[in-house]
Structure formats: structure tokens, C-alpha cells
């Protein structure tokens, strides 16, 4: 029988600090409890009934998959809206907005560029919002993230070691730096000094993660930040919306790709350690990006390696998503 805290009830995820770090944990462990209830086989309903608005700017394989998916098994519905089919900040305000829909969803699930968007949706909908990226921010990527470390490790993740290589500045280097934070993980933010991290949002993370004897650092050099690390991280150099920033992220962060000589830099190459990506990754020559410029942010035999974790992580948006929905949302008397 599935349980869940009630605390979560009717809960937002704007960013990981709205949960404390034990109930971010709690979150882990019921997306490994519904995930376990799916590979069983069962269908269940504790989505009943429900009905989730996605309000996308920007487009997504993982995350609108992963919602919809995780919506109907439980017996739920996920409702896609892009920008052509509503008008929030266009004819209709954020505001507005919010509070249509928030009288005909039972939660709305958001992404797209401005964090103040979601902090909008939030204050007026009424109903639970979730972050599915901002600009800012990407909370449930890594709960996706840290429950594909704990099914390669085992569930206290305290003192292993994680690497991010890249672009310091964007929202996954930010969310990971804090969830990391939370989960007692040490951290490092290996990328040029010119994409270095909001020095606010370190020390913030460096805080949480003082709790839990964890440090977070920012290097600069790849093959000193590696060293020991249970996970390298890494994610596209030129965010979405930047595509005019390509020749200037690819000069910088070509001496920050994710190869092999840098794999066995760790020193636990064949031992404890994982590649993570949280996709699409320029890998190879398949792509129209990648077939003009070659792999860029990670090579293929790294991300095609036995090491390589990138498709679990890809497979747990959707457990940890449905987990998000099932505490917010979901009938209790049902599980």
C-alpha cells in the first residue's frame, strides 16, 4: 500500500527550497514506491478524476511525455497548452490566467522562460503549480537526477561526490547545485570563469549543504574538479533561446567536454561512476547540429558507455513527475 506525507497536500515546486530536504527525500521515495507499483503492472487511480493543464513556451520531449504519462496511469488527465492555444502574456495576463485556469485544473504544470511566471501562476491559480523549467530553474529534472544516482548507489547519497561541466550559470547547473545541496552531495561547478554562478546562489546552496556535511565549489579546471567523482554532469552548451550565443559558448566550453581521458581523470572509471545528461545531448553526428560541428558537450563512447545512466534519468521524469502530482493531488484513500 503506497502512503505518502500529507504535508505535500496541495504543495507548488517553483524551485526545490519550497521543500525542506527531508521532504524533497520523502518525494524520492515515493516515485521509487510508484515506480516499483509500475513495473509490477499495475494501473492505478489515485489520479482520479484529476486534471493537469501543461501551459508550454517551450517545447519538450521528457517532460510533456513524462506528465501525460504519469497523469493516466493513475487515472488522471494532462491537458497540453502551448502558446497557440492560450493567450497568458499575450491577450490575457499571467494573472488572468492563473485563475482560469486554476478554477478548471486541478493543478498546472508550467514551462517556459520567466521564473516570474510560475511565481505568478502560483499566487493566483489556487491550485498546485509546478516548475517544469524556467529560465531559472529545473526542479524536476533533478529529482529525476538524484533518484537515478540513488538506484546506482543506494538511497543515502551522503558524501558521494557529483561533477557538473558546462555552462555554470544555467538552470540546471542551479537547481543540481541546490539539490545536491539538500541531498548531502558534494557539488562542483566546473565551468570557464566567464559562466560562473550567481555568487548568491552559492552560498545559499553551500549553506544547505553544511547541513548534511556537504561542500559546494565552482572550478575552473576540469581534469582538478573530476578528481573522485561519482557522477559527471552535463548538459547542452547553448541553451534554448540562445541559439545566437553558439560560436562564443562553443569557444569557450570545448576544453569542458565530457570525454573519456576525462572519465578516467576520476580515477573510478570501471568502479562508482555514472554519466548523467538531462537531454537532447550533441553527441554524435545524427543531429543538424551535431553533423555540422561534431559531438560537442559529451563524446559518444561516454554517453554509449555501461556507465552512462542518461535513459534511466530520461525514464524517471516520469516517476518523479507522478510523484509530484500523487502528493499534491492525488487520493489518498485510493492507494
Known sequence: MLSWNPALAK??????SDFTDDEMLELLELAEALKRRKDSGIRGDLLHRRNIALIFEKGSTRTRNSCVVAAQDEGGNAEYLNPHDIHIGHKESVKDTARVLGRLFDGILFRGFRQSTVEQLAEYAGVPVWNGLTDESHPTQILAD???????FGADLHGRKLVYIGDGRN????????GCAKAGVHYVNCTPAELSPDAELVARARETAARHGATVTVEHDPKTAVRGAN?????????????DKQAERLRLLRPYQV?????????NLGGELIFLHCLPAFHDFETEVSRETGPLEVTDDVFESDFSRVFDEA?????????LFVSAIGDSSRA
Do not use: F
Not at 11 to 16: Q, S, Y
Not at 231 to 243: I, K
Open 231 to 243: 557522477a559527471l554532469y552535463t548538459d547542452v552548451w547553448v541553451s534554448m533561446g540562445e541559439e
Open 11 to 16: 504543495r507548488h515546486l517553483r524551485t526545490l
Open 171 to 178: 538552470n540546471v547547473a542551479n537547481s543540481l547545485m541546490m
Open 146 to 152: 538524484l533518484m537515478t544516482m540513488r538506484q546506482s
Open 315 to 323: 525514464e524517471n521524469r516520469m516517476h518523479t513527475i507522478k510523484a
Open 259 to 267: 570525454n573519456m581521458p576525462l572519465c578516467e581523470a576520476t580515477g
